[in-house]
């Protein structure tokens, strides 16, 4: 039952940022609110699992997107009966699509030296109940930042139904020396949003000062759990499970 994505057909709404990536989402400040976008430059951005392409709304002339996506039936969905990846392509950006599990196509990208230098990585694969493990460890974090760009902002989506995946994105951005920055956009119905929950990690002092960022962040409930670090040796479910 999990959504991954929506389009309106009317073509004046097509290019809408609907479902979980929202104007006021966690990745929608990162995508228009990126020092770069903000100064009118040309953005390079990757995009860990595909679903739709709706992130695809947000990218612009000049701009580069690299989706990874590991199931190729969600690719030819994605390209058949959505236009999010064929109308930004109309719009002058350019689009790759990389299959294959995300971790291993960025490690083998380092390996090649081939870091890809985004400016937003938005890592965007926990909605199911069944999550990928090994894309929320201490060790992915170290490939994530390697493709980086100076200043880039890594956008991680935890809403589940049944995990609090905050405890552990909150672990893992200590360990790197990041704050862990909390957003919460609310359901909107008119515009086909959903109320989704973004962690932003970066040291771009620029970003998060902004004060289109700086006033929709929230503050961590008084209540939430305590932080769980996973690696890529130990990872416990029971600590963050929703009862």
């Given amino acids: 039952q999990t959504l991954h994505g929506t389009q309106f057909e009317a073509p004046e709404k097509r290019r809408w ?27 390079r951005v990757g995009l860990v699992g595909l679903g739709t392409g709706t992130l695809a709304t947000y990218l612009e002339r000049g701009d580069y997107g690299r989706f990874y996506e590991i199931n190729p ?10 236009t999010h990846l064929t109308d930004a392509r109309q719009a002058g950006a350019q689009i790759d699509v990389s299959l294959g599990d995300a971790r291993i196509v960025l490690e083998r990208q380092l390996a090649a030296n081939e870091a890809q230098q985004f400016d937003v990585l938005a890592v965007d694969a926990f909605s199911s109940d069944s999550i990928p493990i090994h894309l929320l460890t201490s060790q992915a974090l170290d490939v994530y930042q390697k493709h980086m760009a100076p200043g880039g902002v890594i956008a991680i989506h935890i809403s589940n139904r049944y995990l609090d995946l905050g405890a552990v994105v909150r672990a893992v951005a200590a360990a790197h020396g990041y704050e862990a920055n909390l957003f919460v956009n609310d359901n909107d119905g008119a515009t086909a949003v959903n109320r989704s929950e973004w962690v932003l990690l970066t040291d771009n002092r620029g970003f998060l000062d902004n004060p289109k960022v700086h006033d929709a962040e929230v503050a961590w409930p008084a209540d939430a759990r305590p932080p769980v670090l996973w690696t890529d040796d130990y990872s416990a479910l029971l600590p963050v499970l929703r009862f």
């Fill in 17 to 43: 940022h609907t479902s979980y990536y929202g104007a006021t989402s966690g990745i929608g400040l990162a995508l228009q609110y990126h020092p770069k976008r903000v100064a009118g430059q040309p953005m």
């Fill in 73 to 82: 039936q969600v690719l030819d969905i994605a390209s058949t009966r959505f």
